[in-house]
Nanobody
Framework: QVQLVESGGGLVQPGGSLRLSCAAS????????WSWYYQAPGKERELVAT???????NYADSVKGRFTISRDNAKNVVYLQMISLKPEDTAVYYC?????????WGQGTQVTVSS
């Protein structure tokens, strides 16, 4: 089993920055793709960014140029650096890892962008 724990969320003013972390523990061998999703109140969960084992990345149009996903394979940690945050970025952010076609989810971390 793989356990994912997100951290780094909080309250930030518009234009501010946050860095989210997602640490994997347990049987982590074989994790190929990591992703961050967000879910705003009353809305469906949406893909924010993805990074593969080879380092290829993909971003939602709404965050391109503002968010950066990265990973530390040795530590089994994935990060989401967020800059120029907007109120519409307010959501619960979830980490996702795919291991041998099995999808693992973290519990989520709240990000609130407000003045």
């Amino acid at each position: 089993q793989v356990q994912l724990v997100e951290s780094g969320g909080g309250l930030v003013q518009p234009g501010g920055s946050l860095r989210l972390s997602c640490a994997a523990s347990g049987s982590t061998f074989g994790i190929d793709t990591w992703s961050w999703y967000y879910q705003a109140p009353g809305k469906e969960r949406e893909l924010v960014a993805t990074i593969t084992s080879r380092g290829s990345t993909n971003y939602a149009d709404s965050v391109k140029g503002r968010f950066t996903i990265s990973r530390d394979n040795a530590k089994n940690v994935v990060y989401l650096q967020m800059i120029s945050l907007k109120p519409e970025d307010t959501a619960v952010y979830y980490c996702n890892a795919i291991q041998y076609r099995i999808i693992h989810w973290g519990q989520g971390t709240q990000v609130t962008v407000s003045s």
